[in-house]
């Protein structure tokens, strides 16, 4: 069993930076591959960034270059750093890990946009 707790959402100003955390419990995340997605309202849910157990990353079109994911497995923890932020980014942001045919969900985490 595994749960996910993101934390580190919260209001920032256009251009600003925030660091989303989300820690794992359980025994699988060192062999998961780890994601973060965001939904704002109105629109379709958005893979924003994928990271695997073997430190691949791959990212969405419109967050490439502003921001990073990455993952330490000595604390079951993946972090995405957000540089220049927009108000498009203004979104729940869910943090996801995938194991097999498992698929787990964290409870998301508000990040808003605004001046």
């Known amino acids: 069993q595994v749960q996910l707790v993101e934390s580190g959402g919260g209001l920032v100003q256009p251009g600003g930076s925030l660091r989303l955390s989300c820690e794992a419990s359980?025994?699988?995340?060192?062999?998961?591959?780890m994601g973060w997605y965001r939904q704002a309202p109105g629109k379709q849910r958005e893979l924003v960034a994928t990271i695997n157990a073997g430190g691949s990353t791959a990212y969405a079109d419109s967050v490439k270059g502003r921001f990073t994911i990455s993952r330490d497995n000595a604390k079951n923890t993946v972090y995405l750093q957000m540089n220049s932020l927009n108000a498009e980014d203004t979104a729940v942001y869910y943090c996801?890990?995938?194991?097999?045919?498992?698929?787990?969900w964290g409870q998301g985490t508000q990040v808003t946009v605004s001046s």
């Open positions: 996801n890990a995938k194991f097999f045919a498992l698929e787990y």
């Open positions: 359980g025994s699988i995340f060192r062999i998961a591959t």
